[in-house]
């Protein structure tokens, strides 16, 4: 891969493993962590995202360990204990002792268990989408967490996670497969969330007493015709959080940073200066 490749950042290590982030803008830290669709890397999260806070903000992007062009090492174990530390390490090589947040669907989740367990190194923060309470398992989570690669199941997740699906085209698919084939990147994916995955939501969730104690400043989002991760889970964290605003789009999927990507830049932008 040649350094043009838009996904290909910076390196440092974390948790002993090379990880890979991008980095655009200066001023106060806004971190952003992604999901974990199969061949998601920060970069096909947050292109629409990056530069816009970066007008304001030092705007920092990791492929989480077992994702993207970090490293990966064939007997890792993953765990949202590890993965809470390799993010802290990675914000300590970075040199950010405390930043805003914004978490997507699984990222969600890694932003609350350190708002929960790190406070001292969230400012404030924002989840789109989020798991991190206990839900039932979607069938399509349960297709993307069991995802096995060809075009055309990819083709079959990707129009999961949009509400307009006209947006879904052939060089996405086609892209997204091929991110999600490159050389062991499946191995690390399909180990990740092996059936019954039921138990992998649990496992990424914040106790809901926990989550009563984050004392931050909170924005949740999400689209109100997500089918991924339902959108009763950003109502209950919004019941949860004490100091947080509800933010629900209308035709709108689990990709409300793609979808509606304008009117959500905005959203953050504003909550953030407040």
């Not at 060809?150 to 698919?173: C, G, H, P, W």
């Not at 969730?205 to 984050?214: E, F, G, L, N, S």
């Not at 924005?219 to 933010?247: A, E, F, Y």
Request: hydrophobic share 40%.
């Amino acid at each position: 891969m040649s350094n043009s490749d838009p996904e290909i950042g910076k390196t440092v290590i974390a948790a002993g493993l090379k990880t890979n982030y991008l980095e655009a803008g200066q001023g106060d830290p806004v971190i952003l962590i992604h999901g974990s669709g199969p061949g998601v890397t920060a970069y096909a999260n947050w292109r629409f995202t990056i530069e816009p806070l970066a007008q304001k903000y030092r705007v920092l992007a990791p492929d989480i360990a077992g994702f993207g062009y970090t490293e990966r090492k064939s007997d890792q174990q993953y765990s949202l204990d590890f993965w809470v530390r390799h993010l802290t390490e990675w914000m300590d090589a970075v040199g950010v002792k405390k930043s805003r947040f914004i978490g997507n669907s699984f990222g969600g989740s890694l932003t609350l268990a350190i708002a929960s367990r790190y406070p001292e190194r969230v400012e404030s923060f924002v989840l789109m989408g989020a798991a991190g309470v206990e839900f039932e398992l979607t069938p399509e989570l349960d297709a993307i967490w069991g995802y096995e690669p060809s075009v055309e199941n990819m083709r079959k997740i990707v129009m999961s996670f949009a509400y307009d699906t006209s947006m879904m085209t052939d060089d996405l698919v086609r892209s997204r497969y091929e991110a999600s084939v490159r050389p062991g990147y499946h191995e690390s994916f399909s180990k990740m969330f092996e059936a019954p995955r039921q138990r992998h939501i649990k496992a990424l969730a914040t106790p809901d007493d926990q989550i009563r104690k984050i004392p931050h400043r909170a924005m949740v989002v999400h689209g109100r015709d997500d089918k991924i991760v339902p959108p009763t889970n950003s109502t209950k964290l919004h019941s949860l959080l004490k100091n947080s605003d509800l933010h629900m789009f209308s035709n709108c999927g689990h990709w409300t940073q793609i979808e509606r990507k304008n009117d959500f830049n905005k959203l953050v932008l504003d909550f953030f200066a407040a």
